[in-house]
């Protein structure tokens, strides 16, 4: 062949993305049940007379509307097609090769394939043994070449979380050179006071960067819009390595609408929050070491039984995310949902 792709991209990781299997509950991708809100999905459909202009480039409108939530300038907002996007936007805004980003592992797995792809060296440090971020270890890793940090809280696929005052304690430390990424993907289902709230940080230090988005919590995963806080300089490079046009249309007025909607929103998170506990404590109950999860799914820590737990799962018709030979990630659905995941988990001979 006379294409010569670039060779170090031929060790690149694949994302492997949660499997839809017909006929069978997915449980696989931290999606949340039922819909996006009544209200968005009406505003989806208004806005779809539309869809032959091109989106507006700047996502002024829902740009202008965070930074009015959150108090900051506009300046200091980047809105990206997903906050994955996100992650490689400022990924190749801050490395060039040779560079460090530091993260956790196991975290989330789009880390290690954004650093590649902008040339830089994962630098990947063990969770402890509670399957949290060990943020001295983390701080130990930290060299003259490390550029980003990324620090996902609560971490996916763990559900765990990093305390206030530990926090403060490692950006404290952290050279002002090194950006911290705060990845809060799965905020709204934090319910621990004692779990920071990363704008805080943003706004009085300015190596942070905050990650959200409306995947989750604000149901719109398949319509794919983030959004990052961060240093105006920094937001800034963060837009100009934008693909352009990639917050779609029907992207930006579901995000807005979704902001209207936050009752709504918060009244459904309370509702996964007490079916987390729920399934939680069932699955302590049939022994299962759960860490506390923070976020709208558990993990077991099952090792080398991973995979057959979910293959176990699969032919009891519910798709669960494996991650060979270290634990299984298990979003929580309804009642009814969960409850067939949980009659698969009583069914596996440990
Ligand atoms: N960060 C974390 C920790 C995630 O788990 C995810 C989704 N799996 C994302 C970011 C990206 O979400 P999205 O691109 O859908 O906004």
Redesign the pocket.
Known sequence: MSVRTRPDLGSLPAYVAGRTVPGAIKLAS?EVPGGPLPSVRTAIADAAADVHRYPDMGVTALANRLARKYDFPVERVAVGC????L?QQLTQALCAPGDEVVFAWRS?E?YPIVTQIAGATSVKVPLDATHTHDLDAMLAAITPQTKLVFV?NPN?PTGTANRHEELVRFLDQVPPHVVVAL?E?YREFVTDPDVPDGMEFARTRDNVVV?R?F?KAYGL?GL?V?YLVGPAELAEVVRKVYIPFSVNSLAQIAALASLDAEDEMRERCAAIVTERQRVADELLALGYEVPETHANFVWLPLGDRALEFAEHSLANKVVVRAFAGDGVRVTISTREENDAFLQAARGFSR
Do not use: Q
């Open positions: 931290n997903g906050s994955v996007a992650c989330f789009a996902c996916n990845d993907a990650l988005t995947s995963a794919r983030g």
